[in-house]
């Protein structure tokens, strides 16, 4: 199992990111996908997830109405886009899929949000 992000850097607040996450090593259509996010001195907190299909999608809090996660099955990827970026999002960002008995995770992504 392989999971590759993509798509992180420095944004000003306010602005947008896409991340990406191409996985490959196992049936991708078949299984859910979840971004995760860690902060500085903080513990890796959920973001947002969604179905196998593409047609359930969940989000925590903080996020709500600012983040959207999407798939394409064709491809073996996620997406997670981020508008209205703030200082407090800032954080390596990781995608992570749960396979039966083990989660396996990417190497993650930083995105710094900063004036």
């Known amino acids: 199992v392989q999971l590759v992000e993509s798509g992180g850097g420095l944004v000003q607040p306010g602005g947008s990111l896409r991340l990406s996450c191409t996985a490959s090593g196992f049936t991708f259509s078949s299984y859910g996908m979840s971004w995760y996010r860690q902060a500085p001195e903080k513990e890796r907190e959920l973001v947002a997830i969604i179905n196998s299909a593409g047609s359930y999608t969940n989000f925590a809090d903080s996020v709500k109405g600012r983040f959207t996660i999407s798939r394409d099955n064709a491809k073996n990827t996620v997406y997670l886009q981020m508008d209205s970026l703030k200082p407090e999002d800032t954080a390596v960002y990781y995608c992570?899929?749960?396979?039966?008995?083990?989660?396996?995770w990417g190497q993650g992504t930083q995105v710094t949000v900063s004036s």
């Open positions: 992570s899929t749960y396979l039966g008995t083990t989660r396996s």
